[in-house]
């Protein structure tokens, strides 16, 4: 056999040896992973899975919610004046796409969502007179505002039209009102007086701001419902009312 001949047999040789040494390589990478995978501490998967569960539920709880004690969404839709009120279910109405959407009563609460909740971002004092004159009609009623992006937040309790408690927060303090409760205490929410500064921020954001907005579903799972919890709960079947307000604060 010749020099010529030789040449083309030890390439093809060099070549398996490496695809056979390329293939096992990819061999063990995946007995590996799939090793390192089975000595993974259960509780440790179990709380990467929680993890990943509550950060997608968290984008489906809407910016601004109020919670109302009652059983019945038709004296809700009295008290808002809701003007071409629609059967809605609960995926449907909690899309954000809806005016006002007041959900199915869930444990004695009806939560309400959409873009006629005011925003005290917008205007403080139509927000007042909103949750007043709701309060007014309907008795216990709450109020929730958790903007990740902008960190805009607030809370709101109110009883027969009388604010309990109230704070929100838009690029500074817009409403303080009320004693704090042992829930803002116990979850270290921070509120601001009026005119205070905030203090310095690494970052450009005070971290305060950030934590504040994090915990306020928490804040309303002690005061009332989270809503973003609970939507798993409910019946495929379960039908709220959707619609817009026919007068305006």
Not at 164 to 178: F, I, K, N, P, S
Not at 185 to 200: H, I, V
Not at 211 to 232: C, F, G, I, M, R
Request: glycine letters at 8%; charged letters at 20%; proline letters at 7%.
């Amino acid at each position: 056999m010749s020099l010529a001949d030789e040449v083309p047999i030890m390439l093809l040789l060099l070549f398996g040896v490496a695809v056979g040494i390329g293939g096992t390589m990819v061999w063990l990478a995946v007995r590996w992973n799939r090793q390192k995978i089975k000595l993974t501490p259960l509780p440790t998967r179990i709380a990467q899975s929680e993890f990943h569960r509550r950060h997608l539920r968290f984008a489906k709880r809407p910016v601004v919610w109020l919670a109302i004690r009652s059983h019945n969404p038709l004296e809700v839709q009295a008290a808002l004046a809701l003007a071409d009120p629609t059967p809605c279910s609960w995926s449907e109405g909690w899309n954000g796409e809806n005016t006002l959407f007041i959900a199915p009563p869930i444990r004695g609460w009806v939560l309400v969502a959409g873009s006629a909740v005011p925003d005290p971002a917008e205007d403080v004092d139509r927000c007042f007179r909103f949750l007043r004159e709701l309060s007014r009609k309907l008795g216990h009623v709450q109020f929730f505002h958790a903007d990740r992006v902008l960190h805009h937040h607030g809370w709101a309790r109110l009883e027969a039209g009388r604010v309990l408690r109230a704070y929100a927060w838009a690029g500074a303090t817009l409403w303080h009102q009320g004693a704090r409760t042992a829930a803002e205490a116990e979850l270290g929410l921070k509120c601001f007086d009026y005119g205070e500064d905030l203090p310095p921020s690494k970052w450009g954001v005070s971290e305060l701001l950030a934590a504040n907005v994090e915990k306020v579903p928490s804040l309303a799972a002690q005061w009332s419902l989270d809503p973003a919890e609970l939507e798993l709960r409910m019946l495929p079947d379960s039908r709220g009312i959707a619609g817009r307000p026919s007068v305006r604060y």
